[in-house]
C-alpha cells in the first residue's frame, strides 16, 4: 500500500521529508461519461493509478482533487464543474500549503482532458508567486502533470485492445479501468451507435447537441475489468518511472 497523507500523521510526513520531497496528487473530475461510464469515472481513474505509483515508487500520495474544469459537461446532470480561475487558485493553495512543509517536487497524476490547459496556468502563477515572493527555495520548486493515458505504452495497448472505437471521451479504456476498481458496479445500457460520433465542440450547449448521449468517437460498451487491469498495469509502470525521472532532475 502507498504511504498516504490523508491516512498519515504528522510526525510520519516529518519523517517522509527526511529522504524525499516529492508528493503524488491526483486530480480528475466529476462528470458524465456516457450510459455506461459513471460519473466518478476521471477522478477513479486517477487515484488508483496514482495509488499505484505511490506504491511502486514508494512516494507520498495526496488526496484526490475530485472535481476538475468540466463546463463542457454541464448539460448533463450530475456533471459539477469548477471555474478555470477556481482550480487554478486551489492547485496553488494546495501546492503552496505543502511547500511550506519542505515539499518541493509535485506531480499530478490526471484523469481529465479538461483540466490540462487550468493545470499548466497554476504552476506558472505558482512560480510567478514564489518569484515574487522571493522564495530562497522557488527554483526547486517543481510541478508536472502526466495524463495517466498519455505514456506510449498506455496507448499502445489501448489500440490493441479496442483500436479507433477507444474515442477521445466515456473511451472504452478508462470505462475499463473503472471497472477493473469496481467490478460490483458495471453498468449497461444500449449504445446507438456502437460508436459515437466524433469532433469537436464549442460550449455544453454544442457538446450536448453533438454527442447526445455524451461520448466522443467511443464504444464504451467493449470495456471490460480485464482490459482495465492491463491498462492498470501498464499505467502504473510507465508512470511511476516518469516520476522516479522527474525527482532525479537536477
Known sequence: MPMQLQQSTWPEVERYLETSTGVILPIGATEQHGPIGVIGTDAICAEVIAKGVGAAAGALVGPTIAVGMSEHHMRFPGSMTLRPSTLIALLSDCVGSLTAHGF???????????????????????????????????????????????????????????????????????????????????????????????????????????????????????????????????????????????????
Not at 490493441?160 to 467490478?183: I, N
Not at 471490460?224 to 511511476?240: H, I, K
Request: hydrophobic share 45%.
Open 104 to 250: 518541493r517536487r509535485f506531480f499530478f497524476v490526471n484523469g481529465h482532458g479538461g483540466n490540462i490547459a487550468s493545470l499548466q496556468a497554476a504552476f506558472f502563477e505558482i512560480y510567478n508567486e514564489m518569484r515574487r515572493a522571493g522564495f530562497a527555495d522557488a527554483p526547486q520548486v517543481r510541478c508536472k502533470a502526466m495524463n495517466w493515458w498519455q505514456p506510449e505504452p498506455v496507448g499502445a495497448l489501448a489500440r490493441e485492445l479496442f483500436g479507433a472505437a477507444d474515442g477521445s471521451h466515456a473511451a472504452a479504456s478508462e470505462v475499463a479501468l473503472t471497472q477493473f476498481v469496481d467490478a460490483a458496479n458495471i453498468k449497461s445500457a444500449p449504445l446507438d451507435p456502437p460508436v459515437a460520433p466524433r469532433g469537436g465542440f464549442y460550449n455544453s450547449a454544442t457538446f450536448r447537441q453533438r454527442y447526445p448521449d455524451g461520448r466522443i468517437g467511443s464504444n464504451s460498451g467493449l470495456a471490460t475489468p480485464e482490459a482495465g487491469q492491463r491498462l492498470y498495469d501498464a499505467a502504473v509502470a510507465a508512470v511511476a518511472a516518469d516520476y522516479q525521472a522527474f525527482l532525479a532532475e537536477a
